[in-house]
């Protein structure tokens, strides 16, 4: 394995980064997912607002993605990161507590990212320590 933190600050990067975009894309902008609809429909939204609802989260996945990708450095955006993720994990637990079972449930996509992201904030410490 390389020796360079910033190799696994590039691995995270860009893991990280586009998870969010891809989930803000394929499952809330390109194709309503069914799952999308329960969380959002959950909430007592009516059909209309949760489908504009869940496209608005979708464009904002993407733009999180985005600037992940481009401020990939910054430990604050990476530390708001994680708490997302914890947020979005708080939320099905909430909502839809049955969802946890599933296969490519949330604990299994949304565990690994925050691991990654813990590592991404060590390295980025390491980084910044080398430089100064």
Known sequence: MPESNTFYIQLARYIVS?????????PKL???APLEKLM???AGFSQEVSDLIT????????????????????????????????GLLFAVVI??????IEAFNPVTTNLPLIGLSVIWLKEIAVLNKIRT
């Open 18 to 26: 586009l998870s969010w975009i891809y989930h803000g894309f394929f």
């Open 30 to 32: 390109y194709h309503i």
């Open 40 to 42: 959002t429909g959950s």
């Open 55 to 86: 496209r608005s989260a979708g464009v904002g996945e993407i733009i999180f993605g985005l600037c992940l990708i481009v401020f990939y450095k910054n430990k604050h955006l990476v530390a708001l990161n994680i708490l997302a993720l914890v």
């Open 95 to 100: 909502m839809q507590p049955q969802l946890l």
